[in-house]
């Protein structure tokens, strides 16, 4: 069985691009979950996907926004990118949600300059 | 909102010896993961757990759900142990996304 996929790996913008990040889950996995990581926050939830709905969002600004389409993948878009947005973007795969076990991707790896 | 507390945010050791970290949390929760977190970013899933214990290989998570604390235990801890450990519960309520303790460092000296 195919683990959770993310693409980009590496990804080098400049302030006030966009930029776009895919998750593939694990097939029949139908939640989606963000992450941010950063030295200084540690590991900070964005928004969590389920059947192409967003169920719940974490504490960050509007210019963070994802969706997910029909067959589970899920894009996260980041808009008007800043310094600090520099950081891991993790995407974990589950059934149903966090009450079930969580597979997570390898991450991408945003430097905004 | 869950608050998630781990302890110790860093821990070395010498290879063999048996090792302990410890999470607390706020909120009372469906379920409690602890990952694993190597150089390079890729976190893999431990345990979940929702009461009681599990065991897999070395690797021992207990919860105490009336307490609202979860430990991880390595027995006989081998240098290849050597990784971030970090306790996450979901936010509220359980169908929202999880909260994460700081980490725990680990180092096993040969």
């Known amino acids: 069985k195919a683990g959770v996929t993310q693409t980009p790996r590496y990804l080098i913008k400049t302030r006030g691009q966009q930029v776009t990040l895919s998750c593939s889950p694990i097939?029949?996995?139908?939640?989606v979950s963000w992450y941010q990581q950063t030295p200084g926050q540690g590991l900070q939830f964005l928004f969590e996907y389920f059947s192409e709905t967003q169920r719940n969002k974490g504490n960050f600004p509007g210019r963070f926004s994802g969706r997910q389409f029909s067959n589970s993948r899920s894009e996260m878009n980041v808009s008007t990118l800043e310094l600090g947005d520099s950081a891991l973007y993790l995407c974990?795969?589950?059934?149903?949600?966090?009450?079930?076990?969580?597979?997570f991707g390898p991450g991408t790896r945003l430097t905004v300059t | 909102k869950n608050e998630v507390e781990q302890s110790p945010q860093n821990l070395t050791a010498q290879e063999g010896e048996f090792i302990t970290i410890n999470c607390s949390y706020s909120v009372g929760i469906s379920a409690l993961h602890w990952l694993q977190q190597h150089p390079g970013g890729g976190i893999v899933s431990l345990f979940m757990?929702?009461?009681g214990k599990k065991k897999h290989g070395r690797l021992i998570a207990t919860i105490n759900i009336q307490e609202k604390h979860s430990s991880l235990h390595i027995t006989a801890s081998h240098p290849r142990d050597s990784a971030v450990y970090i306790c996450?519960?979901?936010?509220?309520?359980?169908?929202?996304?999880?909260?994460f303790g700081k980490g725990t460092h680990l180092i096993i000296q040969p």
């Open positions: 757990l929702s009461s």
């Open positions: 097939s029949g996995h139908r939640s």
């Open positions: 996450a519960v979901p936010q509220g309520g359980g169908a929202d996304g999880l909260t």
């Open positions: 974990a795969s589950s059934l149903v949600g966090v009450s079930y076990e969580q597979y």
